[in-house]
């Protein structure tokens, strides 16, 4: 399978977490919102690491590898920005997942419905950026 069609398959994994995430927001659930939201932006961000050839780590964060190669993605793509969503996400995922399990807080009474609105808005934008990577890719290698 070449990058092109790795990186469009972990775009529509990302899509489909982007709508969860919106679902999750609008009945309520601001943790599994959080939650879908990171998973939309690292399934997103793998994606447009595999499409410039970078096999990405197996791992929620890819900041720093995004950072590495920086030089391999156009300067509209933003990869400091990028970088910094995904961490900003990555550390929400597991509190938005188990909640804070030392004061024995639930998942959902940790984050309030703005936070998700804020990590719904950054995956979005992450989605869209990366989704525009593959259609300016795929213009000049076709």
């Given at each position: 399978m070449n990058n092109i069609k790795i990186a469009?398959?972990?775009?529509n994994q990302a899509t489909?977490?982007?709508e969860t995430a919106k679902r999750e927001y609008h009945e309520g659930s601001p943790a599994y919102?959080?939650?879908?939201s990171q998973e939309c932006v690292e399934l997103a961000l793998k994606g447009a690491l595999r499409?410039?050839?970078?096999?990405y780590p197996k791992k929620h964060d890819v900041s720093n590898v995004l950072l590495r190669f920086a030089d391999r993605f156009p300067t509209w793509f933003e990869v400091e920005k990028m970088a910094k969503i995904s961490r900003t996400l990555a550390?929400?995922?597991?509190p938005a997942m188990y909640g804070d399990e030392l004061s024995t807080t639930p998942a959902d009474m940790l984050f309030t419905r703005e936070e998700a609105k804020e990590a719904f808005n950054m995956a979005r934008e992450v989605l869209e950026k990366v989704s525009k990577l593959i259609s300016d890719y795929e213009q000049h290698t076709t």
């Open positions: 469009r398959a972990l775009v489909r977490r982007l919102a959080i939650r879908s499409l410039v050839g970078i096999e550390e929400k995922r597991e």
